[in-house]
């Protein structure tokens, strides 16, 4: 696969999971559906959390690395220009 796609990819996987993270959050907050569903109600929010926290963070480290080494490449390039 070519980079694009998997930085797109990677960009949706982050959206999924912070939406998740907000559903989640909402869930637990949200009097109504903890009272409807009980303690089978709090495990689902927690693992709409778990499942948003799974798909955000390694997707997040991914980009940061990518965006490092084109900051290298960058600076590599105007380095030689300048000089």
Same mark, same amino acid.
């Given at each position: 696969? *070519?980079?694009?796609? !998997?930085?797109?990819?990677? /960009?949706? *996987?982050?959206?999924?999971?912070?939406? %998740?993270?907000?559903?989640?959050? @909402? %869930?637990?907050?949200?009097? &109504?559906?903890?009272?409807?569903?009980?303690?089978?109600?709090?495990?689902? @929010? =927690? =693992?709409? !959390? =778990?499942?948003?926290? %799974?798909? *955000?963070?390694?997707?997040?480290? &991914?980009?940061?690395? %990518?965006?490092?080494? @084109?900051? /290298?490449? &960058?600076? /590599? =390039?105007?380095?030689?220009?300048? /000089?």
């Amino acid at each position: 696969m *070519s980079q694009i796609i !998997i930085i797109r990819l990677l /960009k949706i *996987s982050i959206v999924l999971g912070l939406c %998740l993270i907000v559903t989640g959050h @909402a %869930l637990i907050v949200s009097s &109504y559906f903890t009272r409807q569903h009980g303690i089978n109600g709090i495990i689902i @929010a =927690a =693992a709409c !959390i =778990a499942i948003g926290v %799974l798909l *955000s963070l390694p997707t997040k480290i &991914y980009l940061t690395i %990518l965006l490092m080494e @084109a900051e /290298k490449r &960058y600076l /590599k =390039a105007h380095s030689h220009k300048h /000089k």
